[in-house]
């Protein structure tokens, strides 16, 4: 039973199109977040949830938009895509806000911008 | 702000070989302490981590203890395997800053050779 789950796995898509990445978890967490891994392997923290309230919103274009319907779901919609969003795209689950809690990540979202 | 540095990659061993990658940390508060390591292919998991000065992390054979004289956490290996392969982050959460977010370092890429 897969704990953090994202769909789609890879996306290939045009500039200028509108996208989003969904993303669920099934361990009961209340905080959940999105990473951009660019092509070095560096991660870099986009947005943070916690019980569907934004809490970490780092500098991030805002064609990137967050939604939380619930806590248990994070989707990602990216508009007017540019070259510079290639990226594999994490989901992440913690179980709640703190120092102490490891994150558990999805199986990424490959994302290639042609 | 807090930052995460680690050793630069890539790292080859051979099988059997000892493993260290070097790890230091700077943090406002007191933060807790994370190794996380990423197969190809997949998302990041939770290798081990130590939440307080002095406390060892340790799983799988790697190690990692938590040294806050020298604000370091470097990851040890006594005998690595080919299945070892594997890109490793350090990480460091502290709640003092920003919502507990986390700070990853910039990865270390590992190769094992039999």
């Known amino acids: 039973d897969t704990a953090v789950s994202q769909t789609p796995k890879y996306l290939v898509t045009q500039m200028g199109n509108d996208k989003s990445i969904k993303c669920e978890q099934n361990?009961?967490?209340?905080?959940m977040y999105w990473y951009k891994q660019d092509s070095k392997k560096f991660l870099k923290i986009m947005f943070s949830y916690n019980n569907k309230e934004l809490i970490i919103n780092e500098t991030v274009p805002n064609r990137f938009s967050p939604k939380s319907p619930d806590k248990a779901h994070l989707n990602l919609h990216i508009n007017s895509l540019e070259l510079g969003d290639s990226a594999v795209y994490f989901c992440a689950s913690s179980q709640a806000v703190g120092a102490s809690y490891e994150q558990y990540f999805g199986p990424g979202t490959r994302l290639t911008v042609t | 702000g807090n930052s995460v540095t680690q050793m630069e990659g890539p790292v080859t061993l051979s099988e059997e070989a000892f493993l260290t990658i070097n790890c230091t940390y700077t943090a406002t508060g007191y933060p807790s302490l994370f190794w996380y390591v990423q197969y190809p292919g997949e998302g990041l998991q939770l290798l081990l981590k130590?939440?307080?000065?002095?406390d060892k992390g340790s799983n799988k054979g790697f190690e990692a203890t938590y040294r806050k004289e020298t604000t370091s956490f470097h990851l040890e290996k006594g005998s690595v395997q080919v299945s070892d392969s594997a890109v490793y982050f350090c990480a460091l959460s502290d709640l003092s800053t920003n919502a507990g977010k986390s700070t990853f370092g910039d990865g270390t890429t590992l190769t094992v050779k039999p």
């Open positions: 361990l009961g967490h209340d905080t």
């Open positions: 130590a939440t307080k000065a002095d």
